[in-house]
């Protein structure tokens, strides 16, 4: 081989060796470009998928991005999306404030639902249709009836009668009132619910009228009791038992008249009420009678027997007869006997008025009050009230008589001693007859004696006592008596 060729050869041999080098180098060069390639596409899909964790998918097209441009690109997208929410959430709050407030506005003069008057619907009544159907209410409430059965006995009593009112502006204002400073929420909240809400007329009764018919019924169909009595009969003495009555409950009727026009029904139908009624006790124990055994007192006048006034003081002196009195009880001579009406069994005869005799109903009257006078102060007892006469009487002293007129002056005694007291009348023939029996140890011994000390008009009461051996261990002045 010549030295050319050898040449030639060799340097074919140094190209192929460089195009050899060349090509690996390009292979490196592409090896390198597909691992940094390769790299970067982990680096973006690392991105992407804590992107897909975060919600947000982040893509660049045609870009290699670093992490911090990713980063960048990622809010850029979050701040976008987030807009859009927020005008979503924000056109749906306007939306709903609006239709809120377009359903709320429905009942801005209206009856919300839910809402009635005695269990009837009142849901968008205006406030003229409201007061109408509430005067609807009254009205018919006051047609009704209230019908009582007390005993055995039926008593109509009309509701209109006993109503003093029915407070209609209250409950009108009430209503309308109810939601006024509730918000739209609320009112909203109010309208679906649709939660009840039943109202009732504010109904005052009149108690007074409702007293007076309970009086009545009570006078018509109360039994009273009978308290146990003292009976006697010159000297003999019988005890009698007394026994229960009954009475109708005033309270109990008030109280059932007032529930039941308070109840949902009352402007339907009647009402129907049984008065309820209690025991009428006796006030007094036998026992405590049984200790009256002895005669402690007595006093007699004499009167003009038949015509009007002796009629009257026989008819007062039987009112008297048996009267008990216990211990530390107050009598009255006006309460006894009364009233002196002509309807009471007196008659006309002649009184003293002003220190005149005119015809006056009960005359007579005075001379039982004066005889009980006497008797009384002869059982150690002083009145509590008791006027002479104008002028003075012929049948008792002066300064020992007691007068009544009616309305104005009053004979009144308190028993004082620790012992019942029976009042024992007799009045016939003209003969007035006034005892007082008691217990034998009443009076501890001592008798009394009443004397009225005269000078000229005025006359001096006093009253004095005396032991079983005659000495006066009591004196009292009484009173002092002024006649014209």
Not at 12 to 32: F, P
Request: with cysteine; glycine share 8%; charged share 30%.
């Amino acid at each position: 081989m010549d030295k050319d060729n050898l040449n030639e050869n060799k340097n074919s041999n140094i190209d192929e060796k460089k195009e050899l080098n060349e090509e690996k180098e390009l292979n490196e060069e592409n090896i390198i470009e597909e691992t940094e390639i390769s790299k970067n596409s982990e680096d973006v899909k690392s991105k992407e998928i804590k992107s897909n964790n975060e919600e947000v998918i982040c893509e660049e097209k045609g870009e290699n991005l670093n992490q911090e441009e990713i980063k960048d690109a990622c809010k850029k997208v979050l701040n976008k999306k987030n807009k859009i929410i927020i005008g979503i959430i924000a056109v749906s709050v306007i939306l709903l404030y609006v239709i809120i407030n377009i359903e709320v506005s429905k009942y801005d003069d209206i009856v919300y639902p839910g809402y009635s008057i005695y269990g009837e619907s009142i849901v968008g009544l205006n406030k003229g249709q409201l007061q109408n159907k509430i005067y609807e209410y009254k009205n018919k409430i006051n047609e009704k009836i209230i019908n009582i059965d007390a005993g055995g006995n039926l008593y109509k009593l009309n509701v209109e009668d006993i109503v003093l009112s029915y407070n209609e502006e209250k409950l009108l204002n009430q209503i309308f009132k109810e939601n006024e400073d509730k918000n739209k929420l609320q009112k909203l909240a109010i309208i679906i619910r649709k939660q009840k809400n039943d109202y009732k007329l504010d109904i005052e009764v009149d108690k007074r009228a409702i007293k007076e018919k309970s009086n009545q019924i009570s006078k018509e169909t109360n039994k009273k009791c009978e308290e146990p009595r003292v009976l006697i009969n010159g000297k003999n003495i019988r005890y009698e038992k007394g026994k229960k009555g009954i009475k109708l409950d005033d309270k109990d009727l008030l109280s059932s008249i007032e529930n039941s026009i308070k109840q949902n029904n009352i402007y339907k139908e009647n009402i129907k009420i049984s008065g309820k009624y209690i025991d009428d006790n006796p006030k007094v124990d036998i026992k405590d009678i049984e200790a009256v055994n002895y005669k402690i007192s007595t006093f007699s006048t004499t009167y003009g027997s038949g015509g009007g006034r002796g009629r009257n003081i026989e008819i007062a002196a039987s009112k008297i007869d048996d009267l008990l009195l216990m211990p530390g009880e107050e009598f009255s001579y006006e309460k006894s006997v009364g009233p002196v009406t002509q309807s009471n069994g007196y008659t006309y005869a002649p009184v003293i008025s002003n220190g005149e005799l005119i015809q006056g109903i009960g005359g007579g009257l005075c001379q039982v009050s004066s005889t009980l006078y006497n008797t009384q102060l002869k059982a150690g007892i002083v009145p509590t009230e008791r006027r002479n006469h104008s002028k003075a009487v012929s049948y008792v002293p002066r300064g020992l008589d007691a007068t009544l007129a009616t309305g104005s002056i009053d004979y009144k005694f308190k028993n004082t001693h620790k012992y019942p007291i029976v009042i024992n009348t007799y009045a016939f023939g003209g003969n007035l007859t006034i005892e007082f029996w008691s217990n034998k140890e009443a009076l501890n011994g001592v008798e009394y004696k009443p004397v009225g000390y005269a000078n000229g008009k005025v006359a001096n009461t006093y009253l004095y006592g005396y032991d079983k051996n005659g000495k006066k261990v009591y004196e009292k002045h009484i009173d002092t008596s002024i006649y014209r």
